[in-house]
């Protein structure tokens, strides 16, 4: 999955094989750390009640650079290309707002991604966060000329998400 251009295309560059695996190891140390952090996304076998193959991660983080809404909590995903499009992200995501607001009692969750980025802004329409075109921003670890440098914010409220 992070070997893969497309999934990979708005957070580059491709991973090898060994830094995956890194990444896979920092995010399961980080679960065992935290009380957050992102959960691998599997699709049950309804026949038999089994978990099938790993298909990506969805989750919660903190950025770790400087922003006006920052520090903030964060929610985002990656999914294997195989399995765009037919609402596991969503899903999946609706699941973490859930534990964010009625576990964690965090008061707001944020995501955010380049304004290219069509599919992701879509998942976010669909989970109901909103969007002030004014907070719209400049990723501060991209240079200001690189088309994924301009970044959408959407926000979900602990009081939009009881609401909608």
Same mark, same amino acid.
């Given at each position: 999955?992070?070997?893969?251009?497309?999934?990979?295309?708005?957070?580059?560059?491709?991973?090898?094989?060994?830094?995956?695996?890194? %990444?896979?190891?920092?995010?399961?140390? =980080?679960?065992?750390?935290?009380?957050? =952090? $992102? /959960?691998?996304?599997?699709?049950?076998?309804?026949?038999?009640?089994?978990? +099938?193959?790993?298909? @990506?991660?969805? @989750?919660?983080?903190?950025?770790? /650079?400087?922003?006006? $809404?920052?520090? &903030?909590?964060?929610? +985002?995903?990656?999914?294997?290309?195989?399995?765009? =499009?037919? @609402?596991?992200?969503?899903?999946?995501?609706?699941?973490?707002?859930?534990? !964010?607001?009625?576990?964690?009692?965090?008061?707001?969750?944020?995501?955010?991604?380049? %304004?290219?980025?069509? #599919?992701?802004?879509?998942?976010?329409?669909?989970? +109901?966060?909103?969007?002030?075109?004014?907070?719209?921003?400049?990723?501060?670890? %991209?240079?200001?000329?690189?088309?994924? &440098? #301009?970044?959408?914010?959407?926000?979900?409220?602990?009081?939009? /998400? !009881?609401?909608?």
């Amino acid at each position: 999955m992070n070997a893969d251009p497309q999934v990979m295309e708005y957070e580059p560059p491709t991973l090898s094989t060994d830094q995956s695996d890194l %990444l896979a190891d920092a995010i399961q140390l =980080g679960l065992e750390e935290k009380d957050y =952090g $992102f /959960w691998a996304v599997q699709i049950r076998d309804n026949a038999q009640c089994d978990k +099938g193959p790993f298909i @990506g991660f969805v @989750g919660l983080s903190v950025p770790i /650079w400087d922003a006006p $809404f920052t520090p &903030c909590m964060e929610i +985002g995903w990656r999914l294997s290309r195989p399995h765009w =499009g037919f @609402g596991y992200a969503t899903e999946a995501a609706t699941q973490i707002l859930e534990y !964010a607001f009625n576990v964690l009692r965090l008061n707001e969750v944020l995501s955010f991604t380049s %304004l290219s980025n069509s #599919r992701s802004i879509a998942v976010m329409q669909r989970l +109901g966060m909103t969007r002030n075109e004014n907070e719209d921003f400049n990723h501060p670890n %991209l240079d200001s000329n690189d088309s994924l &440098c #301009r970044h959408a914010l959407f926000r979900m409220s602990d009081q939009l /998400w !009881a609401n909608r």
